[in-house]
């Protein structure tokens, strides 16, 4: 390697072959060495003059510009004035008493700690103005000035009374404006007409202290509602109509299509113009009548509803249909050619020839005529029959035998409960009591299946239910209650087996309420007494 | 057929069931619950049921039973 400069030389010598590259080896020209030591001090005189640099150098001793430097003072240096023309690089802080590029780093360090990491300075008004935007808004707090260009006071407050100082506040084609919490009241223009609309709760009231106008926009007055006073409405500006203390005052005519106090006012005006001056309502029936007779009579076309009291109704006319309520008399002969009505005439106006009898009737002899009959027969030698069965002759009522059954036969009075009616032996029939000659009469029976399955009723006379109790053990419950409870049960039971004698007792013992007037209990057992059900119980009751 | 049924209170039969059977004589002019409330003791409740609610078997007949929930179709009078 050519050893161009002092940056170039070995520190180890046998290294060193040539300087600038002339050769000064063993054994080199003379030459050589006066042109090296040449060479040599140019690098030097280079070095001094600083143009070439020198790197690795430790200067372990001495002063710069009277500063000590080195072995002595090896950490500390302090210069009057430190100038580089490149990059200074320290270990370790730097303390400076004054100001670095003019600034007193210290004080501007103490600001930089209050500036985040990342912030910067550059940042444009758009930047800034998006950054805003998206933490603007309700609740953000953020406080204007301005908004839109105007201030607070050009705004009117919602929340808070307020004033406007100027400007008209116009409201566009059918924007209401609305009052209200459920905007009841509304004003606005829908573009073609102004409309003050009230469809809320309540009325609409419109009130002053003095007098309300309803007016043209040119001022001409509608209408006119004077407080404590009247109430005018006008037509094209002139007053019409007015109310008053006594009642209303109206300038000009007035047009009913109704009624005045009911009154079809137009009607009775009319028939007042055909009424006369000096015309009076005060004339008495007899100057009426005496009027009235000048001109009546045939001819006059007055039509009566009477004649002498009575309808015309209640006299004949000649060709029409005549219906008569009262008596027809006459005398000589009266005829009728034509037919009666159906319903016209009634029995009390069938005048039939002759009076007849007391007690006659008017029976019909079934050719449209009617004769007097006589309903009885009082002669003692008639004799009368009602089929085969009944004859009455003379005084003499007589019933074939078997022509009459117990229900026919009246005899005096109704007897008595329980008794009943008792052939006398000559003919005649008196109620009886039933036990009166030592009979007795079965009152109620039934005949029931009781046996191993569902209980089930034959027949029966006077036994509204049987109850099955238990087993064998049964209740016989009366269609209609014995006087007492002297009745007398009489019955059997049949043996399930068909090879055992069964008895029938009154209930379980002797106990009272086995045995009612409206019930009572029959046991069906065995001879050994042990209760069992029968497939066939048969029970009287007698009563005497 | 309908029966009606309820507890018998009698000092012998007390808490077993009884089953009325109405004649057909009575049917005739009387309705079952007309039966029912004159022959039924004096303020004891009952049903009326129909027959194939009667048990057929009758070898425990005193041991059937019917809650007095059911019985719920009138009182006798």
Request: proline fraction near 1%; include cysteine; glycine fraction near 12%.
């Amino acid at each position: 390697m050519a050893k161009n400069s002092w940056n170039d030389y070995s520190s180890t010598n046998a290294s060193n072959s040539d300087i600038q590259s002339i050769d000064i080896s063993e054994g080199c020209s003379p030459s050589n060495i006066n042109n090296a030591i040449r060479e040599l001090m140019v690098d030097t005189a280079n070095v001094v003059s600083g143009t070439i640099a020198l790197s690795s150098i430790n200067i372990d001793g001495g002063a710069i510009d009277g500063t000590a430097i080195g072995a002595n003072s090896a950490s500390t240096g302090a210069f009057t004035t430190l100038s580089t023309s490149s990059n200074v690089s320290v270990t370790g802080n730097i303390t400076v008493s004054g100001t670095v590029d003019g600034r007193d780093v210290a004080t501007d360090g103490s600001k930089l700690d209050g500036i985040e990491s990342g912030a910067t300075a550059d940042q444009s008004a758009a930047e800034i103005l998006t950054l805003i935007k998206t933490v603007d808004g309700a609740g953000s707090g953020l406080d204007a000035d301005q908004l839109d260009g105007l201030s607070s006071g050009s705004f009117l407050r919602s929340d808070a009374a307020d004033t406007k100082t100027s400007g008209d506040l116009v409201f566009s084609d059918s924007v209401k404006a609305a009052f209200g919490a459920s905007s009841d009241l509304q004003i606005y223009h829908n573009g073609s007409n102004s409309f003050i609309d009230e469809t809320g709760t309540g009325g609409l009231y419109i009130r002053a202290d003095n007098i309300i106008r309803l007016d043209k926009f040119t001022g001409e007055t509608l209408a006119a509602f004077n407080a404590d006073g009247s109430i005018d409405l006008y037509y094209d500006n002139s007053k019409k109509f007015e109310t008053t203390t006594s009642g209303i005052s109206i300038t000009g005519n007035i047009t009913v299509s109704g009624t005045v106090d009911g009154r079809d006012v137009a009607s009775d005006g009319s028939k007042l113009d055909g009424i006369e001056s000096g015309a009076t309502a005060d004339q008495s029936a007899a100057e009426i009548l005496t009027a009235i007779k000048s001109v009546d009579g045939a001819g006059s076309g007055l039509d009566a509803d009477t004649l002498d009291g009575s309808h015309a109704s209640s006299f004949l006319t000649g060709n029409q249909t005549i219906t008569l309520s009262g008596d027809v008399t006459g005398s000589g002969t009266t005829s009728i050619s034509t037919n009666i009505a159906a319903n016209v005439v009634g029995a009390s106006e069938l005048n039939v020839s002759g009076n007849g009898s007391t007690s006659q009737f008017l029976r019909s002899d079934g050719d449209g005529s009617f004769s007097w009959a006589t309903p009885t027969d009082t002669n003692t030698d008639t004799t009368y029959s009602a089929g085969t069965a009944l004859t009455l002759s003379g005084t003499t009522f007589s019933v074939t035998s078997g022509g009459i059954g117990a229900t026919q036969l009246n005899v005096s009075g109704n007897g008595t409960t329980s008794q009943f009616l008792r052939s006398d032996g000559d003919g005649s029939f008196t109620w009886a009591e039933a036990g009166g000659g030592g009979e007795a009469a079965v009152e109620a029976w039934v005949n029931f299946y009781g046996g191993d399955n569902t209980l089930s009723v034959n027949d029966s006379g006077g036994v509204s239910s049987v109850t099955d109790n238990s087993t064998g053990l049964h209740t016989v419950n009366f269609t209609t209650a014995f006087s007492n409870t002297n009745y007398v049960l009489a019955g059997t039971c049949r043996d399930p087996n068909d090879n055992n004698t069964m008895n029938m007792t009154f209930g379980l013992g002797r106990s009272d309420s086995t045995k009612t007037t409206s019930a009572c209990q029959i046991a069906c057992a065995q001879q050994d007494g042990q209760l069992m059900d029968s497939p066939e119980v048969n029970a009287l009751f007698f009563y005497g | 057929m309908a029966k009606i049924i309820y507890k018998n209170q009698s000092s012998n039969l007390e808490g077993i069931i009884a089953i009325i059977t109405p004649t057909p004589n009575a049917l005739e002019t009387m309705t079952i619950e007309e039966i029912a409330r004159k022959d039924v003791p004096t303020g004891l409740s009952y049903k009326i049921v129909d027959d194939e609610f009667i048990p057929t078997d009758r070898t425990f007949r005193d041991a059937w039973t019917i809650s007095d929930a059911e019985l719920t179709d009138g009182v006798g009078d």
